[in-house]
C-alpha cells in the first residue's frame, strides 16, 4: 500500500462510508488534515526503512511499535474520531507497507503498533518518531509492582597490603531529591544527581530515572521535573494523561513552575520534590 492509497483510505473514512462509494469527478485537492497525515506517515516509513534489518539468513525485523510525537497545537487538533482515524489508519495502512518493504523475506514483526504523544518542544507542523523495540512493554498492560526489598548487606572486604594505595572517591551531593508514595504506601527518597529528571512507567528503549510500574494511566515517559540555574524548579507533561499539582491540572504538553512540597499526583502516585 503507498502513501496515496493510505491516504484515500483515510479521506474515504473522514468523508462517511455513502461518500466512499462514490467515484468523484475530480481530483480533490489535499486539505490540511490530508497533508498532515501523509507528513505523519512519510516519517514513520523512514524510521521504519532505517531501522529494519535482515541477518544473514534470517527474517527482517522491524520495530513492533512507533510513538508519534506531536506539538501541543497540532496534538489539540487531533482528538476523538479524529484520532481514532488517524492512529488505525496508519496502523493498517504501514503494517501492509512494511510487508512490501520487505519484499519476498519473511518479515519477523508481525503487526505495527501505533500511538501518539506529546513533545513541548516541537513547534506547530513537527513531527517526531520513536521507534521501540521493547516489545516486552505494552502500551496498554497493567505492569505488576515489583515489590521493594532492601539491599542486600556489603560482603566484608579483607585488608590488603595494597589498601592504602586505593583512590577514595567522595560521593555526589545529590542536586534534590523527590519523595514518591503509591495509595498511602510508606513514601520512598530518590535523589537526584542531574538537573533533569524523567518520570514514568518506562521500558529497555524509553529508560526513565523514575519508574512508575503497575498503573496503566502512566505513560513511559510521563513527567520531567528540571532544576533551573537560579535554584526554581519546572516541570512538563509529556504523557498522554493529566498530572495535578496541587490539585490543578497540568495539560499534556504544559510547562510550569513547581516549588518544593507541591504535591504531584499521577495515576495512583504522589509525588514531592525537595531539596
Known amino acids: 500500500m503507498k502513501i496515496s492509497e493510505l ?4 479521506r474515504k473514512w473522514l468523508d462517511g462510508e455513502d461518500a466512499a462509494t462514490q467515484t468523484p469527478a475530480t481530483p480533490q485537492q489535499l486539505s490540511e488534515w490530508d497533508e498532515f497525515f501523509v507528513k505523519i506517515a512519510r516519517e514513520v516509513e523512514t524510521v521504519m526503512k532505517r531501522e529494519m534489518f535482515t541477518p544473514p539468513g534470517g527474517p527482517t525485523y522491524l520495530p513492533g511499535e512507533y510513538i508519534i510525537y506531536l ?4 496534538d489539540s487538533l487531533w482528538q476523538g474520531r479524529k484520532r481514532e482515524g488517524l492512529e488505525e489508519g496508519l496502523r493498517n495502512g504501514l503494517s501492509q507497507r512494511a510487508r512490501e518493504l520487505v519484499g519476498d523475506k519473511v518479515l519477523k514483526t ?14 506547530k507542523g513537527q513531527i517526531r518518531v520513536q521507534a521501540v523495540w521493547d516489545d516486552e512493554s505494552p502500551r496498554t498492560e497493567v505492569t505488576a509492582r515489583k515489590p521493594r526489598t532492601a ?17 577514595i572517591i567522595r560521593p555526589k551531593a545529590p542536586l534534590f531529591s523527590i519523595s514518591c508514595s503509591r495509595q498511602g504506601d510508606e513514601a520512598v527518597i530518590h ?6 529528571f524523567e518520570i514514568g512507567r518506562g521500558s529497555k528503549d524509553l529508560p526513565v530515572d523514575l519508574r512508575l510500574e503497575g498503573d496503566q494511566e502512566v505513560s513511559r515517559k510521563h513527567l520531567l521535573i528540571e532544576k533551573i540555574q537560579d535554584g526554581r524548579f519546572q516541570i512538563e507533561c509529556l504523557g498522554r494523561n493529566s498530572v495535578e499539582i496541587d490539585g490543578v491540572e497540568l495539560q499534556p504538553g504544559e510547562r510550569k513552575d513547581l516549588a518544593p512540597g507541591q504535591v504531584i499526583k499521577l495515576g495512583v502516585y504522589e509525588l514531592s520534590v525537595f531539596i
Open 7 to 10: 491516504l484515500q483510505d483515510f
Open 71 to 74: 506539538s501541543k497545537s497540532d
Open 110 to 123: 508481525d503487526k505495527i503498533a501505533l500511538s501518539l504523544s506529546i513533545d513541548g518542544a516541537l513547534d
Open 151 to 167: 539491599p542486600a548487606a556489603a560482603a566484608p572486604v579483607a585488608e590488603t597490603d595494597d589498601e592504602s594505595e586505593k583512590t
Open 191 to 196: 535523589k537526584s544527581l542531574k538537573t533533569r
